[in-house]
């Protein structure tokens, strides 16, 4: 253990060092792609409920680890992440077992989320220095155990200027990727101007080390139309130039267009017109109830894209 501390400790020192803007980083292959989020309701949702199309790349989202303490008044930690999933029916075995019997199936963790224990999961650094150490080392003990590919960005609520955030994600970004830890990654905003803010001042410093943008689609007003949905869509690529945006709906009846007001047909379009980089679901939690319809029908069209 102290001898994975101090192999932590130089690679965090050599990070903070040498990290810039231009810093070369191998991209991932990043594949047309379907994404759940599972989890965060505590529902006993496992990774083999969720039907899995063997022609598609499948990327679980474990939902969430927050650096908070896991009381009835949380506190911020400061980078020392905590897991809030399902960890008792979302098991490192259950990973290693659902990737061996899917081989095009992929696991990763989300960070943050919207509360904690019924408080905001704020992003609350001390500094910039000392929350990418405490991050570097508690994301990696984590995705080391659980045999981890990805890494999502989900922060809703800030204490903090968008120049720090950005540092802060940025630089624990860079040395997950560069020192292999994940293979993936990927932010999740939505259409707020204070998280697109932030987010932004991410994206602009840090485009390079992002492989996807998971937009959360679903935010938007319910009863969205098919035209709506589609000046969304151009609107946040417009945003976000260059990056992989996913479009998204939620099982919850949230908001947004549904698959039930035309998602799929929306899909279809954006995928004539090349533009279809992968589906994403809020959540498996909340998608038991219909048997993952949805799902199969997500993975069925990103199938017939490929």
């Known amino acids: 253990m102290e001898s994975f501390k101090l192999w932590i400790s130089l690679l965090v020192l050599q990070t903070l060092l040498s990290i810039s803007r231009t810093t070369a980083v191998v991209p991932a292959n990043c594949p047309v792609v379907f994404r759940e989020y ?25 939902s969430f680890a927050i650096d908070y303490t896991n009381t009835n008044s949380p506190q911020p930690t400061n980078g020392d992440f905590l897991i809030y999933w399902d960890a008792d029916n ?14 095009n199936v992929k696991v990763g963790m989300s960070l943050g989320g919207d509360s904690v224990n019924g408080k905001n999961a704020t992003f609350a650094p001390t500094s910039i220095t000392s929350w990418v150490r405490n991050a570097i080392n508690s994301i990696t003990k984590i995705s080391k155990e659980y045999h981890l590919d990805a890494i999502d960005i989900d922060y809703e609520h800030f204490n903090v200027d968008p120049n720090t955030f950005a540092e802060c994600i940025g630089r624990l970004l860079y040395f997950l990727k560069q020192n292999n830890v994940i293979s993936y990654t ?20 840090y485009s390079h080390l992002i492989d ?32 992989k945006i996913l479009v998204s709906f939620g099982t919850n009846n949230i908001g947004g267009l549904s698959p039930e007001n035309g998602f799929f047909d929306a899909c279809t379009i954006l995928r004539r017109q090349g533009k279809l980089h992968g589906i994403f679901i809020w959540s498996a939690d909340n998608s038991m109830k219909d048997h993952f319809l949805n799902e199969k029908l997500s993975q069925d069209l990103l199938a017939r894209a490929t």
């Open 212 to 243: 996807y943008v998971n937009f959360q689609f679903y935010a938007y007003a319910k009863g969205t139309t098919i035209p709506q949905f589609l000046q969304y869509f151009e609107t946040q690529r417009c945003n976000y130039k260059g990056g």
């Open 90 to 103: 979302l098991t490192p075995s259950h990973i290693s077992s659902i990737k061996a019997k899917h081989k």
């Open 186 to 205: 990927s932010i999740a905003p939505y259409a707020d101007d204070s998280v697109q803010e932030h987010y932004l001042a991410l994206w602009r410093k």
């Open 38 to 62: 599972i989890g965060a309701l505590g529902k006993n949702v496992t990774f083999s409920d969720v039907p899995i199309n063997p022609n598609v790349e499948f990327h679980f989202l474990l």
